[in-house]
């Protein structure tokens, strides 16, 4: 069969196809009724068979690169993967996050050890030389602490609270995602802003220590705090997963180790995202205000003690499917 | 020299369909793949400014009445939250709901696809998105460009870890198929002369396309036709024709 013939007996079949795809593409398949379906599935399998043919016979021309084009068109829209929906959402959050949390709890831990490193390393560098509290803290923050003052009462009383709680909680969530990210750099990028985080934390503590804060600061952090940390600590663990695929990849290759271990690490990090919401608008709503530190204490407690019980306890048992 | 014919990158890749057909596409280059996050970028970075001079506006104004300032703050924090979801959400978002495509990519015609052929899923877009602080935006961009250009797949490091791709999809243009009616079976009497399909086409192309082209183009691209179509009329009377080469073309087309 001549180029000419073949495209003259077929093209109407073809251009049947595009006009569908182009509906279904815009209109979503749900608009498409039973025979619509038939007729495009069965379009599919004869335009498959044309691309067949057209690759023995006329290879290199355009028309083999066009009914590429159809039938790639067309097996977009027949092997869409799984619509969201209430089941698959469910699943993810209950078994899928939590599991991949538990998978990984070795990277957690490395994680939190590098965080306490920083932690110490800030703790002592103020011990050795208060000047070195400069290199990490803004000068208003430092002045307020010289003058044996909480910075936060400053920062808090400008910004209203709802406005605090986006800031603070867009930024958490920022740091996050990138500590996860930072896996791809083999981990560099996650590894310091581990580091950083806890030498901040570590150099407010000596420092407010030094000028009679402890309490104070202890008060503000006891509502958030341990919701951020492990928040931070989980993202950490998700970005040093990345880098463990990419640098000790094991008997997969390089290649493969990164998609599997990039698939469960983005599971940790998602888990975060919440987390950081709520630690957010405690450190705006609750954190600044007059509240007594056991109250503060206890909730901090509270939503910690849930967080990691989410994590570590739910989703052990197999999951339903839903009933058709 | 003659001028590359286009600047497209024509690097291809396999891939295998479960009705067992490898499908060729054609993967985006570095450049376009560019330009299309350039045009994101400008299009959330539009909408940014207009939040924000709305922001500033209102946050410098004389009144200091309770709407004024209620709505500086919600404006404030509406702000935040676009900058937030345009840094993190943005890519994600579209790419998700649009099948693998974003505003600048559905511009340039480019779509993500899983390595496989299938359309990726809400993990593989996060996957590859949120990825893109360490290889796409800012200084890390170059690790990405790197990546791109050695990548025989073209993928940089959030691709790698999403098993995606970015294609370029070819607008389908049937159109060039419409003069064959026309040229062929002018009703000749003369001995046919077979053609093979690339050879078929190339002619096709050319008779379908020359009125559009300027007098001195058509010509020159009738002579580079003609050259590789000759030695198809080996043997016939038409070898030896002394038609010009786009009339002896068009005589080639009537009797194939």
Known sequence: ?324 | MNPPLSTWDTRKTELELPEEIDLQVELANVGSRTLAILIDLTLGGLVLFIVYSLWELLAHNISEDWFTKMSSHVLKIVLLLLFFGFQWCYFNFFEWLWNGQTPGKRLLHLRVIKVDGSPVSGIDVLLRNLSRPVDTLGPMGLIGLLMIFINRKAQRLGDLMAQTLVIHETAIDWSIFDQMEAVAGGGSTTPSIRLNAKQWELLHRYLNRREKFEYDVRERLAQTVYDVLKRTAQGTDLERSPLPPEDWLVELARRT
């Not at chain 1, 069969?1 to 077929?10: E, K, S």
């Not at chain 1, 795809?21 to 599919?44: C, Q, V, W």
């Not at chain 1, 057209?54 to 619509?83: E, K, M, S, W």
Request: hydrophobic letters at 50%.
């Open chain 1, 1 to 324: 069969m001549t180029l000419g013939t073949f495209v003259r007996n077929n093209r109407p079949r073809w251009q049947r196809l595009e006009t569908m795809l182009s509906f279904i593409e815009t209109r979503g398949p749900s608009k498409a009724d039973r025979p619509f379906l038939r007729e495009l599935s069965a379009l599919y399998r004869a335009t498959t068979g044309d691309l067949a043919f057209a690759q023995t016979h006329y290879r290199g021309t355009t028309l083999q690169l066009f009914l590429h084009q159809l039938v790639a068109r067309a097996h977009n829209q027949i092997y869409r993967p799984h619509r969201l929906s209430p089941y698959i959402l469910g699943k993810f959050i209950f078994h899928e996050i939590p599991q991949a949390i538990r998978e990984h709890l070795p990277s957690v831990t490395w994680a939190a050890i590098i965080f306490l490193m920083g932690i110490a390393l800030g703790l002592s560098a103020v011990q050795f030389d208060e000047r070195a509290a400069s290199i990490i803290l803004p000068n208003n923050v430092l002045n307020s602490i010289y003058s044996g003052k909480m910075w936060t009462g400053s920062i808090f009383s400008v910004l209203p609270a709802p406005v605090a709680s986006t800031y603070l909680f867009t930024n958490n969530i920022s740091v996050a995602l990138l500590a996860f990210a930072g896996g791809l750099s083999c981990g560099v990028i996650t590894a310091v802003i581990l580091f950083q985080n806890g030498f901040m934390l570590g150099v407010v503590f000596k420092l407010c220590a030094d000028y009679g804060l402890l309490g104070a600061v202890l008060a503000f952090i006891a509502g958030h705090g341990l919701l951020e940390i492990s928040s931070i600590v989980i993202a950490g663990g998700a970005g040093l997963v990345v880098a463990n695929a990419l640098l000790y990849p094991g008997r997969y290759s390089r290649n493969d180790a990164l998609a599997v271990q990039g698939r469960t690490a983005v599971r940790m990090a998602l888990a975060c995202i919440p987390a950081l919401v709520t630690a957010g608008c405690i450190e705006a709503f609750v954190s600044p205000s007059h509240a007594p530190i056991w109250f503060k204490a206890m909730l901090g407690l509270m939503v910690g003690g849930c967080f990691w019980a989410y994590l570590l306890l739910t989703g052990k048992t197999a999951v339903k499917p839903p009933a058709k």
